[in-house]
């Protein structure tokens, strides 16, 4: 996914498509302290109360059928 973003990004927003997928998607999934569920559930929590998120409130129940955990729900 994070390759495709930055292979169709245009060459003038690269050095930032590249900074927002290791800040997005690295450094807050791999910190250490909370699992990926629970981490995943409180960024729902969060976008859920934040309201006007609707979006990605969409892709985070997209991504539900993926997660390992799914029958512990």
């Not at 690269?14 to 559930?41: E, M, W």
Request: glycine share 8%; with cysteine.
């Amino acid at each position: 996914m994070i390759d495709n973003l930055c292979k169709n990004s245009p060459k003038d927003s690269l050095p930032i498509q590249h900074y927002l997928s290791a800040n997005c998607f690295g450094d807050y999934l791999t910190r250490n302290g909370l699992d990926v569920k629970t981490r995943k559930l409180k960024t729902l929590s969060f976008l859920i109360d934040l309201g006007g998120t609707e979006s990605q409130i969409k892709g985070i129940l997209k991504g539900i059928p993926m997660w390992e955990t799914t029958d512990k729900f």
